[in-house]
């Protein structure tokens, strides 16, 4: 497996290189404590992501989301997978992609109402519970 490795830089084409032999778009970008606008450079980046139609696997909350408004200026990505960590976001209680849900440590903890992992496993897909129990 070889993936490319961008240096910072204001400019898009070294982006744009990698996208042309890229399979899937990994989309670690923003925190989940990110507000909107999105910021010079990530303002062409985004666009660009979207623009690929490459497949976009988002952790906690998509790039360019907010995390308790979602998408609502429609500027965020457009993941088809989103791995929420410890429990889904208020701002993806919308998202209509594969969502799935990892880390069962502070379940007990903070009595958060998550739905059951099998077994051992650290994570489980979210398809068939209600999104709008399942936040922070």
Known sequence: MEIPIIPPSNGVEDLQTALQSSDVIPDAIFGFS?????????????????????????VDIPSG??????????????PEVLVSLTAPKE???????????????????FELNLPPYPGADQIVELDSYP????HL
Do not use: C
């Not at 989301?65 to 457009?78: A, M, Q, R, S, T």
């Not at 999104?131 to 399942?134: E, F, I, R, V």
């Open 131 to 134: 999104k709008q129990d399942l």
């Open 34 to 58: 990110f507000k909107p606008p999105i910021r010079a450079p990530f303002d062409k980046v985004l666009p660009l992501l979207t623009e690929s139609r490459l497949p976009i696997v988002s």
């Open 65 to 78: 989301w907010d995390v308790e408004k979602g998408n609502d200026l429609g500027v965020g990505l457009k």
């Open 91 to 109: 701002g993806v209680k919308d998202f209509t992609g594969r969502h799935f849900l990892g880390g069962r440590s502070l379940e007990e903890k």
